[in-house]
């Protein structure tokens, strides 16, 4: 019979995992769906939500759109309808406009 983990190992697991993404946030390489931090912050004012109600977000940069181009879409597109976008103040309508606006074909089935 497999025992209850206690207080203690939980607590540990918790750190232990705190620490490691902690290592990889920290990180100044890290991708996501081979995006770099960079790119990711290039194309921030294009899908956040505006500050003031009812202004429109600037369209693209140059910098945001070259990352774009060089990113996974199928794979951020798996993020299109996860609470991670709004999390982070993204807005998930603006960034699926964001291929359409860079010029770039957006993927199937998004």
């Not at 946030?25 to 790119?39: F, H, I, R, S, V």
Request: charged share 15%; with cysteine.
């Amino acid at each position: 019979m497999a025992q209850k983990p206690t207080w203690t190992t939980t607590f540990a697991l918790a750190m232990t995992l705190a620490l490691l993404l902690s290592a990889v946030w920290a990180a100044d390489t890290w991708k996501l769906c081979n995006m770099t931090q960079e790119g990711l912050a290039a194309c921030r004012p294009a899908i956040s939500e505006p500050a003031q109600k009812g202004a429109s977000p600037p369209g693209p940069t140059d910098a945001c759109c070259a990352a774009l181009g060089n990113a996974d879409l199928a794979c951020l597109c798996g993020y299109k309808n996860s609470g991670l976008l709004s999390y982070f103040g993204i807005d998930p309508d603006l960034a699926m406009q964001l291929p359409v606006k860079c010029n770039l074909p957006a993927p199937a089935k998004c």
